[in-house]
């Protein structure tokens, strides 16, 4: 009797494994499929200004056409930054209990809750851009003239910048402070100097590689010839930077960077942090003046000790065998000064919507 029931114990978690996990997984499979029809219901529902209600109704009527029993979970859809903007994006989570056959046995409920979850974005024809949150420092970083003498006339060219993150100071001026100038796309625009001055946390936001591949579907302004202030990022942050702007090259994307005014950036206290000050204080940056933006094409990446960096950038006067610095090459394409509205582009009736996770 005790060899049977260790081997019923034994039988019956076959069982539970075989036909109940088995079970889950497709359920799984079907409630994965119920959210991204959901997501792209609802996105499609939102492109076309149909307004969030119908947007959650087409959400709750494709997922349960696509899995019977299935329901949008609480608190989705979640929008932004909502249904009725021109562009954005849509988050969809769906749940379903699913009942389980042998796992009772075993001391398990009879149902397995199930949940999948999917986002969409929306947007008229050419909305959002490909924004690459890194600073370049005008007429510093680089052998091309960014900002260029006659913007309207840029020819295409390659370009090679040189970043590197010395600490700088007074023995070297020319490298001071943050030249893996990352920057915040969700801190612009904000209190420079005066009163009111807005404090940043120079952190690197968690939507940074969304922005580069994906795009960002904000608009981006430039108060150009007036200031506009920009936190900065907590610069050079390794291998996944590297990753990242990899991926950008070996898809060939148009990245749009913004382009710092070195000479009119801030410190914490709203005081100009220029590289001239480097030399006789102790001045750390907190926000960029973003004057314009640069149009590049990446299409390499190497590490400061690296031969190909040496003959890529090696004519940059900045240029050292450093590890710590990259050399990114470039084909510079346009320039502006009016900042990126993505959203300001009509769709003429066609509203693309895919999914993006």
Known sequence: MVIVTLLL????????????????????????NAADSAALAAAMSCGKQEGATVADFQATHYTDMNLSGTAVAAGFPVYSPNCDAPSGR???????????????????????????????????????????PLMLSSRRLGDCEIPPDDPENVPEQECTFWWNNSAGGADDPDLANAEWGSLDLLKWDVVGTG????????STPP????????GFFEPLPINFPDPTYVCRGQGNFGAALDNIIDEAAAQELNLYFPVNDQETQVDRVGDV???????TTNCT?????????????????????????????????????????RCMVTVWTDYSSAGLNPEGGQNFGVVPVKLIE
């Open 9 to 32: 114990t034994v039988f019956f978690a076959m069982l539970v494994l075989v036909i109940d996990v088995g079970g889950l997984l497709l359920a799984k499979v079907g409630a994965q």
């Open 90 to 132: 849509v988050t969809v989570e769906v749940e379903i209990d699913r009942a389980v056959q042998f796992a009772p046995v075993l001391g398990f409920g009879n149902t397995s809750p199930v949940r999948a979850r999917a986002t969409a974005v929306w947007g008229g024809a050419g909305a959002g851009e490909h924004v690459a």
């Open 195 to 202: 009163m009111g001055i807005e404090s940043c946390d120079n």
């Open 207 to 214: 939507q940074f590689e969304e922005w580069m591949l994906t």
């Open 273 to 279: 942090c220029s590289p001239t000050i480097f030399a």
């Open 285 to 325: 940056v907190d926000k960029y003046n973003i004057v314009g933006f640069a149009r590049l094409r990446i299409t390499a990446l190497y590490r400061g000790n690296r031969p190909e960096a040496a003959e890529f950038c090696g004519h940059v006067p900045e240029f050292d065998n450093d590890a710590n610095a």
